[in-house]
């Protein structure tokens, strides 16, 4: 017993010394290094299954919407349009970037909506527009789930762990953006206004009840009040179906036709929602110069480029909120927002015009669940 007790040290070392051993030829072989990419690939490959749940639950829930619509074949629009792209145009040679890309982007928008109207004639403009962010959403859902297949088999097949442990550390916020995607779905066919809805929401409430509302532009609206005495014109995407319209556009042509009458605008009031950094509180309000858009540039630079023409102060209002909050259905604090904006706006007018200027404000954002 006594030698036994004596002998157990020497056990203990012979243990010790063989684990160091071990432990040195997995650092020297990288054996360690693969472990530790075996982990990763199986975590992100785990979240992947809930990428390609939430594409299939899209495309699902999209086919069912368009059938109780009436859609004919609309298994085979989905799975088509799903994969729709849009090539850049060429940037080395920037002349008329804006209007190659304008023209790329208005013919995007324009075959979603002839497509879904041939498979939904029965339908009404608010279900086809219903229809089209269904499509949007399901579309970008699926590229997330591929585009993070590839980055992982990538990473794989060139043995590159570097990339696998990128992708490994921001998958939780890639699979954060994927589900706000997926409810966003549920707001959008219910046809609730969302975060994004705060400008349009605005103009709205500016123009009052019982405004009368003409089309300018493509799935674009404006009318007429009077604010703090001056005469007030107010842009907003048509609704309450699901559009942005094309608010730079529309502007771009009121003023000009106000200028042909010899009724140049004292003031440009641009309003939308913005984006908020971690700490600022959802629902504050903002404002400074500029065209508050959140445009590619087609429709921003029409604003920018109106107001230089003719002199015009160019002013922004933003709605602060979260990526989340922005395409989720709308909240109480962003309603408080709203009503924070439409006073703000107000103040602007009051400042930098005089009772009877002419003044143009417009409500940028998505109009869904916002009538006229």
């Known amino acids: 017993m006594v030698l036994e007790l004596a002998s157990l040290p020497e056990w203990i070392s012979a243990i010790s010394q063989l684990l160091l051993v071990l432990i040195f030829v997995a650092l020297f072989t990288g054996a360690n290094q693969r472990i530790q990419v075996y982990l990763w690939s199986r975590d992100i490959r785990s979240k992947l299954v809930i990428l390609e749940s939430f594409a299939n639950d899209a495309r699902r829930r999209t086919v069912e919407y368009m059938v109780s619509k009436g859609a004919r074949d609309a298994e085979s629009l989905v799975s088509r349009l799903a994969d729709f792209f849009v090539i ?107 975060g994004d809805s705060a400008g349009p929401m605005v103009a709205l409430r500016l123009a009052g009840l019982g405004a009368r509302w003409e089309r300018i532009e493509e799935e674009t609206v404006y009318t007429v009040a009077d604010v703090e005495g001056r005469k007030v014109y107010i842009v907003k995407a048509e609704g309450p179906g699901s559009s942005v319209g094309r608010p730079g556009s529309a502007t771009e042509r009121l003023i000009e036709k106000l200028v042909a009458q010899g009724r140049k605008p004292r003031l440009l009031v641009t309003v939308d929602a913005a984006l908020k950094l971690e700490g600022e509180e959802t629902g504050s309000v903002a404002d400074g110069v500029g065209a508050a858009i959140g445009d590619i540039g087609p429709e921003k630079i029409r604003f920018e ?46 400042g930098e015009s005089k009772p009877g200027d002419i003044v143009v404000v417009v409500g940028v954002g998505n109009t869904v669940g916002v009538g006229q």
């Open 88 to 194: 850049s145009p060429v940037d080395i040679e920037p002349v008329d970037i804006i209007r190659r890309l304008e023209h790329l982007v208005n013919l995007r928008s324009r075959r979603f909506k002839e497509e879904v109207a041939r498979h939904m004639p029965e339908a009404d403009e608010v279900s086809r527009s219903k229809a089209e962010v269904a499509l949007e959403i399901a579309s970008a859902l699926s590229f997330i789930h591929k585009y993070v297949r590839h980055i992982l088999l990538t990473g794989e097949k060139t043995r590159n762990w570097i990339l696998i442990m990128q992708l490994q550390l921001i998958m939780p916020m890639i699979l954060k953006i994927a589900d706000t995607y997926r409810r966003a779905l549920n707001d959008f066919l219910k046809g609730v206004p969302i």
């Open 305 to 350: 480029r109106i107001a230089v023409k003719y002199g015009i102060p160019l002013r922004a209002v933003a709605i602060k909120m979260g990526l989340e909050e922005a395409i989720l259905g709308m909240t109480e604090k962003i309603v408080k927002g709203v009503e924070k904006a439409v006073e703000r706006v107000r103040e602007i007018i009051r």
